[in-house]
Nanobody, 111 residues
């Protein structure tokens, strides 16, 4: 049963921006670290960014300065603002809360 629902993926050109959203049930969102992960073809799933309930954040080195994670603790939603995208960012992006995962949303960056 899918409980985390991602949206906002798509196709964008190099240098473009996208904002991903992940809506979660309160039982998953409340007091938990929420994170974004990604998996490119032929590669392992990797952490992109995460945020504690109190707002502390952590980023992969490859996205620092370009991506921003934020969360709305009233709407039980976590966001990933992605700027200055490049083809290496092409992947399926997954939302994670606690032990729950979303189904993923495809992000494709064209040269």
């Amino acid at each position: 049963q899918v409980q985390l629902v991602e949206s906002g993926g798509g196709l964008v050109q190099t240098g473009g921006s996208l904002r991903l959203s992940c809506a979660a049930p309160r039982t998953i969102f409340r007091f938990k670290t929420m994170g974004w992960y990604r998996q490119a073809p032929g590669k392992q799933r990797e952490l992109v960014a995460d945020s504690t309930y109190g707002g502390s954040t952590n980023y992969a080195d490859s996205v620092k300065g370009r991506f921003t994670i934020s969360r709305d603790n009233v709407k039980n939603t976590v966001y990933l603002q992605m700027n200055n995208l490049n083809p290496e960012d092409t992947a399926i992006y997954y939302c994670k809360g606690g032990i729950a995962w979303g189904e993923g949303t495809q992000v494709t960056v064209s040269p």
